[in-house]
Nanobody, 120 residues
Framework: QVQLVESGGGLVQPGGSLRLSCAASGSIFSIKAMGWYRQAPGKQRELVAFITSGGSTNYQDSVKGRFTISRDNAKNTVYLQMNSLKPEDTAGYYC??????????????WGQGTQVTVSS
């Protein structure tokens, strides 16, 4: 079994920064892509950023230049550094990791979500 545990959300003023973390544990052979989604009240969940096993990254246009996704393969962890935060970034943030387990199957696993609120 695999578990993802997120941390780092909270309340921040506009223009501030937060760093989200998402660590995977359990029966892990390898981790393919890692990413972050977010969902605001009344809206659909949307992809914020993802990073491949080779380190290539992709971002939603609204966060380019402000957010940075990175990964530490030794720690099975993905990070999202969020700078210059805006009120419209307020949402629940969810990590996702595509993990190959010891049995050979490859599955997507989700974190429990962490709330980010940007408000003065």
């Amino acid at each position: 079994q695999v578990q993802l545990v997120e941390s780092g959300g909270g309340l921040v003023q506009p223009g501030g920064s937060l760093r989200l973390s998402c660590a995977a544990s359990g029966s892990i052979f390898s981790i393919k892509a890692m990413g972050w989604y977010r969902q605001a009240p009344g809206k659909q969940r949307e992809l914020v950023a993802f990073i491949t096993s080779g380190g290539s990254t992709n971002y939603q246009d609204s966060v380019k230049g402000r957010f940075t996704i990175s990964r530490d393969n030794a720690k099975n962890t993905v990070y999202l550094q969020m700078n210059s935060l805006k009120p419209e970034d307020t949402a629940g943030y969810y990590c996702i990791q595509t993990i190959q387990g010891g049995g050979g199957g490859e599955y997507d696993y989700w974190g429990q979500g962490t709330q980010v609120t940007v408000s003065s």
